[in-house]
Every structure is written in C-alpha cells, then in structure tokens.
C-alpha cells in the first residue's frame, strides 16, 4: 500500500468519524431522516392520559404501548414527524375515543382530558318517574302524580324550588302554590305559607333558598326584600320599600344582590347586602335593560343575564361589573368560580379565569334545545343537556369529533358519584364514568 493509499485512507475515516459524531448530534437533538419526503426533520411527541388508564391506542393504526401505571399516569409517544396524527382510544365497555393532533417540531402536544363515555346503563329506580334530584348521595323522586319521595316517604310539594348547600333543606311548592321547607334528615316540614302570610297579609311574595343558611330563607316582594327566620318566626328588612320592581336575588357566603329597574331609564341597578355587616348598600352599577337571572359563584363573583342577552361578571372586592359575552341564554359556573360557560343561540362560549388558555368557542347545530349546562369534575368537560338527551363535550375538542348521545330526559351529573343519571322511559338510570 501506497503512502497515498494510506493516506486516502486517514482521511475516509476521519470523515466517517465526522459524520457520526454530527449525526449523533443531531440525533440528540431531535432531528430525523423522513424518508418519504427525502429531508431531515426535527421530531415531536404526543402525551396522552387516558380515562380509564387501561385503554388501547393506536396512533395513525399502528398500536402504541401504554406507559400508564403506579408511577405514570400516562402515555409519551416521542420520535413523530411533525404533521397530523390520527390518535385512537378504546377500552371494553366504553365508547371509542379519536382525534386528530397535530404534532409540532420539538414539542410536545397534550391530551390530557381524553375520558371516554360508558356504552351502558345501569338500572336505579323503577318508574313511573317524571323528575329527580340528587341530594345526600340519595334520590329524591317525583312520579306521574306529581308526588314527591324521599327515603321511601312522601313529602308535600310536587316542584322543588331550591336546596341549601349541605342538602339539607330544601324549598317545595304544590299545586297550590303552598310553600314547605322541608327537613330532609328528619324528613319533616313546615309550611311557610301559613306563617308568611301571619305576617305579610294581602301580600303577594316569593321565597328563595339562601344556600349557606339552613333556617333562613329570603322573601322577595315586588319592592322590597327580607330575610325570614323561621325558628324565631320574624321577618327582617334587607333593603327599604322601593319606588322600582325588584328583580332576581341570589345569595352567596356573604353577600345577597338584587336588581331593581327603572322604567323609564330602562336600565336594572345593582344591589348588594353585607351578610357579615348586616347593611345594604347600592353598587351604583347599572346595566341596559331588566335582569334575567343572578347567580353567585364560590369565589364571590356574581354572574348577571340581562334580557337582551347581554352577560355580565361583578367584581365585589372592586365593586366593579364587566361585560363577558352576548346573546347568551344562560350561564353556568363551574364549582370552583373561576370557570363560566355562557350558552348562546348559536353557540357555547366557555372563559377561563385561571392565567391558562381563557378561552373556548363551540358552534351548535341550528335549532338547538339544550336546555342546562353540567360541569363534568375535571373541569374540562360540559354535558350539554337537552330534552331527550345528554351531549359529553370536551373543551379541547374544538372540532367535536367525539361528541356522545346519552339518550335520557332530566340529565343531572352527579360529581360525588362520577355518575350521570337520567330519566328513560319513566325509570331512572345512570351511567358511570371512570374514575379520575
């Protein structure tokens, strides 16, 4: 062998050492060889966590093994070219899951909410039932007679007009638009009726449940508002007689707000009153038009529907109202106060509070019927509710691609349980979601 031999020799080598290394490099750094595009990529990954965890998936029909376990709550499929993955879930009693994710150079996307819904019902109660409620981890239960049930006993009322936060009082009116306030732990009841009307006659008046209080109930007059005990039997004042109608009342841990409008302004005045301070005070906030319904969430915000459809958050630590959205319906809090969903005529609009992503939109198809908004427990799902049915939606499903029909009247979710009941031809069922 030649000295130049030898030397073309050297030199091969050092340039494949120098590729290796390079390659190497470049491995670490993400980057691979497409081979149907001819090009070098850097890659991407998806994590996914599933719900229940012992799930099947598959990413564009190739199966993935599942990392979830006692030390891993989820799955991280890496080395994927950026483009849109088809990525599919499925598990043995429950609906299939799939969706398109995009997976981005050197990031990894999330799926982090993927629950799949129950195929299956489970038997509760026999009907006939037209309504229910969830109180105590019980049922209470009305039938095609309009009677109510409770712990196998009959209450008086056939419409419930509220409940306190700990479910344990609860306000029923009957056919006759009698009141009771009834004792659900001892299954007892007084009619608020007869003694309201002792001490208001020849009055007109509605009550509503203060939730934080379990002898206490809030008695709305068309110009005035008051608090009546019902152990000491007395009625107090929460505000002077007004000159305007009052509108809708709502009470929170500390605080009760009502509305008063004004004709001839067209415009609806905040109220509020000090529950702690026992003191009334004007806001001096005025929104356009009558109010439709008040709502406090946990955190002290308070949610305000006007009837034009404006929406409205008031701030009780700035004293301050802000406009949210339009053509709303109605609104639901989530149980924490920092999530609302304001149903549209088109649309379902979801905002955030947190300093995550604030914001998510959904169109409806036209004609829509829903007609209540259920926060599911993860805070990332919303059962739509119609007439005869209950939608599952997923916020990060913007496309709706796994939105699922749960076929029932009086959908109710039940977050204690992780159940959602309905009512199927005059008898109750539920549905179990898997555990969180």
Excluded: C
């Amino acid at each position: 062998m030649t000295r130049r031999q030898r030397r073309y020799i050297f030199y091969f080598f050092i340039l494949v050492f120098l590729l290796f290394g390079t390659g190497v490099v470049f491995f670490a750094k993400g980057w691979r060889f497409d081979f149907k595009t001819v090009v070098f990529k850097k890659v991407g990954a998806i994590y996914v966590r599933t719900f229940p965890e012992n799930t099947s998936l598959t990413l564009d029909d190739n199966p993935v093994k599942t990392q979830s376990g006692f030390f891993q709550s989820g799955t991280l499929i890496n080395n994927l070219f950026p483009k849109t993955h088809i990525l599919s879930i499925s598990a043995s009693g429950f609906h299939p899951w799939q969706r398109k994710v995009e997976v981005l150079p050197a990031l990894v996307t999330e799926v982090k909410y993927a629950v799949l819904v129950p195929q299956q019902t489970e038997l509760v109660l026999q009907g006939p039932l037209t309504d229910f409620w969830l109180a105590q981890g019980e049922i209470l239960t009305r039938n095609n007679k309009n009677e109510l049930s409770w712990r196998g006993q009959k209450i008086p009322g056939a419409d419930v007009l509220g409940f306190t936060n700990n479910e344990r009082r609860l306000l029923v009116k009957d056919a006759k638009n009698t009141l009771f306030w009834v004792n659900l732990d001892e299954v007892t009841w007084l009619n608020l009726s007869s003694r309201l009307s002792l001490l208001l006659p020849k009055e007109n008046f509605n009550l509503f449940v203060d939730p934080f209080q379990d002898n206490k109930v809030l008695v709305k007059r068309d110009r005035s508002l008051a608090v009546f005990d019902i152990q000491r039997n007395t009625l107090k004042a929460l505000t002077p007689t007004s000159t305007l109608l009052l509108g809708p009342a709502d009470a929170s841990r500390f605080w009760v707000a009502w509305t008063v409008f004004d004709p001839k302004a067209k415009v609806s005045k905040l109220m509020r009153y000090d529950k702690f301070l026992e003191r009334g005070s004007d806001t001096l906030q005025t929104l356009p038009g009558k109010t439709k319904k008040l709502a406090w969430a946990e955190n002290s915000t308070l949610g305000i529907l006007e009837d034009d459809g404006s929406f409205y958050l008031y701030n009780v630590e700035s004293n301050s109202t802000s406009k949210l959205a339009s053509d709303v319906l109605d609104f639901s809090f989530n149980e924490n106060g920092d999530m609302v969903a304001a149903l549209e005529s088109k649309g379902i609009e979801v905002f955030s509070f947190r300093g995550e992503k604030d914001y998510w939109r959904f169109k409806l198809p036209p004609n829509h019927k829903i007609t209540a908004l259920n926060w599911y427990k993860d805070d990332h799902h919303l059962f739509l509710v119609y007439e005869d049915k209950a939608v599952f939606l997923e916020l990060d499903d913007l496309p709706q691609e796994n939105l699922v029909d749960l076929s029932g009247r009086k959908a109710k979710y039940d977050p204690d349980s992780n159940r959602l009941y309905l009512i199927s031809r005059e008898s109750l069922l539920s549905a179990s979601f898997p555990k969180p």
